[in-house]
């Protein structure tokens, strides 16, 4: 996840004697560059994951500063170090509690620090951490699209990653990432890396066949959990504008099973973009995990769209939505007014639809076996139709 706020610290604490004095949250906030700001022209240059830094020399008033930290935090920044002694003798009290509530970073070194020395040691730390992250997502790479070739992405791996332990991948969507330009998606990117907090060296986050992809290690099911819905609860109060898909894949032991998470974190995925939601596991997906997991799309088109093409002409025609009537109905073991409810609609309606479905159907779906076998069609017409 590059080089954070943590990193940072770890380096800095004693070298330039820096403090995190607020937004203690955010301690995992990856840094792409940093910037030395004294006044607010210079935010036009931001691109987010960037960190500032200020002597306060422009914002030598609490309103000011506070106008400062409010512009960093509305543009994604990673956080900011205050240069305190000559203008700015203390942080103030309001300051400090504003960083707590938005998880940003506030973080001082004194006066006698010497400004360029520390941006210089620490950006050139960034360029080596960047230069390592592309060295690791590209054997992740590697390890998703060729598993049995250990010896190309096992050594690039070992240094970062506990690779006998258990992986898990997330992949977020957008559902047209594909189709932007680089610096807008990098832009986003930078977004939700910010967003997904508590993930350091646990984690990878590149983008990848349409997908930013997020590979997990040695995290716990509740962590990872736990994780997710912040990121989630992030996403929809910061970035209204954007749809969010996010898919789960099952949890994998050992680096040479990272395919397996890779595919079925794309079915989750795609299945969150087809149903509208913000986030499905795959392990959750119960009889759909092995529906979309079938290699054959002719059989899938046999068992689903074949047995289902008479309601498929009828509501091509008709502008009707019979094949979704029919799952509802078989949904609902056969109630009526279940699927008038679910439909909006009169009971009468339904019954008139379904005896309608069953005369183009020639089925009465009175026996287990065709329930089951048109309700398996339904499924793979669910899956199959949103990918024409």
Not at 130 to 149: C, K, S, W
Request: glycine share 6%.
């Amino acid at each position: 996840m590059g080089f954070t706020i943590e990193d940072m610290l770890v380096v800095s604490r004693t070298k330039y004697q820096m403090n995190l004095i607020g937004g203690s949250k955010g301690w995992a906030n990856s840094i792409s560059w940093i910037l030395l700001m004294e006044d607010i022209t210079i935010l036009e240059n931001f691109k987010g994951k960037d960190l500032a830094v200020t002597t306060g020399l422009g914002f030598p008033t609490e309103e000011k500063l506070m106008g400062l930290i409010e512009e960093l935090v509305a543009r994604h920044a990673s956080g900011l170090i205050i240069n305190t002694g000559q203008y700015i003798k203390e942080v103030p009290k309001s300051i400090i509690e504003y960083s707590d509530e938005n998880d940003f970073p506030l973080l001082t070194i004194p006066w006698r620090i010497q400004l360029y020395d520390m941006i210089k040691d620490l950006n050139v730390r960034i360029f080596l951490q960047g230069a390592a992250d592309e060295q690791i997502a590209n054997a992740l790479v590697r390890a998703i699209e060729e598993p049995e070739n250990m010896g190309m992405y096992e050594k690039d791996l070992l240094p970062y990653f506990d690779v006998d332990g258990t992986f898990q991948i997330i992949l977020i969507s957008t559902g047209n990432l594909d189709v932007m330009d680089t610096v807008d998606r990098r832009r986003i990117a930078y977004k939700m890396q910010i967003y997904l907090e508590n993930i350091t060296h646990n984690g990878q986050f590149f983008y990848y066949d349409s997908n930013f992809v997020l590979v997990i290690n040695a995290l716990s099911e509740e962590q990872v959990r736990d994780i997710l819905t912040g990121f989630i609860g992030r996403v929809r109060r910061k970035m209204k504008s954007e749809t969010i898909a996010v898919g789960v894949g099952s949890m994998v032991t050992d680096i040479t099973n990272l395919h397996i998470a890779y595919k079925r974190a794309r079915v989750a995925v795609n299945m969150a973009l087809r149903t509208g939601k913000d986030l499905i596991y795959f392990d959750e997906m119960g009889i759909y995990r092995l529906i979309s997991m079938v290699p054959d799309r002719a059989l899938l088109k046999e068992m689903g769209d074949n047995l289902l093409q008479p309601l498929i002409e009828y509501d091509r025609s008709h502008h009707t939505s019979y094949v979704d009537t029919l799952e509802l109905y078989l949904r609902y073991s056969g109630s009526i007014q279940a699927v008038a409810e679910a439909m909006y609609t009169h009971r009468n309606t339904a019954l008139y639809r379904i005896n309608n479905i069953k005369k183009l159907l020639n089925c009465n779906l009175e026996n287990a076996d065709e329930r089951m076998q048109y309700q398996i069609a339904c499924m793979i017409h669910n899956i199959t139709s949103k990918h024409r």
